[in-house]
């Protein structure tokens, strides 16, 4: 019988995952190996549109197209109406934080671990609209203080932005928590889900957030280049999309438009069909496991490796927070994390650098250097494992 470590088949999980045959792969927080399927859904639709054309490939499609809704629905808890598909998180986050209204004054309550491309956002709008930005300090174990943030509140507060899983680490923000302090305040509350999609059980209901982030190619397992946003239908019509475009509006009279009714106003027109089928795929093989399941074996994967990590002499694990997923930082004494990441790179072990600048903030209270990034993701072996811990070892 194949062990199925929280019912996960993992022999037939490595089987679905060309990469495996390749690389020890820790670079899920970068991009995740992709598993046949949603290889193939994204060929075949290519193959289409070289036999009969793009726009009669996607007409073909149609069905298919509009599927996707629905399993990011199933992936989030929420309805279908209230999606937008994107190129990326980037782009998903900054629609989402330029559709409101900023005015001189304007408050954003956000958090230490706050990534850099979210945090160059609230500067440029400090800096074009005169708005204030406030990080809620970190408690002991590193997360976001949520009783710091509740005392941080006042009239001026226009939204809480923070990041659910942040670049650098295994640190998992309570999000929930923050959600019921949002709510219980009327204020927005924006989640930057890109790190937690595919390897945390995500309810936009139980996370209590309205607006929420994420990317198809990192834990989802999905395509470079896909990305989507989820904006609660109770805000759909106080916020003001940044793009009206004539996918996402109507052109009704010379001097008048009209938004689509859904979340859809935050598209626009051109998709990569290809692209977007492969995130279907990705969605619904991670439906397929079952989130619960997925973010165990994530979780205890990764705590293992942070105890053998921890083993190595020279190591110091650098992650924070009570509730910790799957990717681990860390540096090894006397070698530069650029330097432990190539020569892992030269033996088919592929992990990356967390740089200081993409986690300010935080990096700057911690006084990190660059972090070698092991990100593990439920296909990952024990035999991996031991490979890397081993070439950790050797150096
Ligand atoms: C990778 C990342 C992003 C950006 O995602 P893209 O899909 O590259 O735009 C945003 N937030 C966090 C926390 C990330 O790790």
């Not at 600048?357 to 593990?376: E, I, Y």
């Amino acid at each position: 019988m194949t062990p199925k470590p929280n019912g996960i088949d993992l022999q037939r999980l490595r089987a679905d995952t060309p990469g495996c045959a390749e690389v020890a792969h820790f670079n899920n927080a970068g991009a995740a190996l992709m598993p046949r399927p949603v290889v193939e859904a994204q060929i075949a639709h290519l193959r289409r549109e070289a036999e009969i054309g793009g726009y009669e490939a996607k007409a073909e499609a149609a069905a298919r197209i509009e599927a996707v809704y629905g399993s990011i629905g199933r992936l989030l808890n929420c309805g279908t109406d209230e999606i937008a598909l994107v190129e990326n998180a980037t782009v998903a986050w900054d629609l989402a934080f330029h559709a409101f209204d900023w005015q001189p004054g304007d408050k954003v309550l956000t958090a230490e671990a706050e990534y850099a491309s979210n945090y160059l956002a609230y500067l440029h709008a400090r800096q074009r609209y005169g708005i204030e930005i406030a990080a809620v300090p970190s408690d002991a174990s590193g997360q976001i203080d949520v009783a710091a943030l509740a005392r941080m509140l006042d009239a001026r507060v226009k939204l809480i932005a923070i990041t659910h899983v942040p670049t650098n680490g295994g640190l998992v923000n309570p999000a929930a928590e923050v959600g019921k302090v949002a709510k219980a305040n009327g204020i927005p509350f924006l989640l930057d889900a890109c790190q937690s999609a595919g390897q945390i059980d995500l309810d936009v209901e139980a996370l209590g957030c309205d607006l929420l982030s994420a990317t198809g190619r990192k834990y989802l397992r999905g395509p470079r280049g896909t990305g989507f946003l989820y904006v609660r239908r109770s805000l759909l019509e106080q916020l003001d999309p940044p793009f009206p475009d004539l996918h996402s509006a109507r052109w009704v009279a010379p001097d008048r438009y009209v938004w689509r009714e859904d979340a859809r106003r935050f598209e626009n027109w051109e998709f990569n069909h290809a692209g977007l089928l492969g995130l279907g795929a990705a969605v619904d093989y991670a439906l397929a496991l079952g989130l619960p399941a997925i973010e165990d074996r994530v979780a205890e994967l990764a705590s293992d490796l942070r105890s053998r990590l921890a083993a190595v002499p020279g190591i110091d694990v650098m992650d924070l927070g009570e509730n910790r997923c799957g990717l681990c930082t860390f540096t090894l004494a006397g070698h530069a994390a650029s330097e432990v990441a190539q020569k892992l790179r030269a033996q088919a072990i592929n992990v990356s650098v967390s740089d200081p600048n993409g986690t300010l903030l935080d990096a700057t209270r911690r006084g990190l250097p660059d972090l070698v990034r092991a990100s593990v993701h439920y296909y990952n072996s024990a035999d991996e494992m031991d490979r890397l811990i081993g070439a950790l070892e050797t150096l």
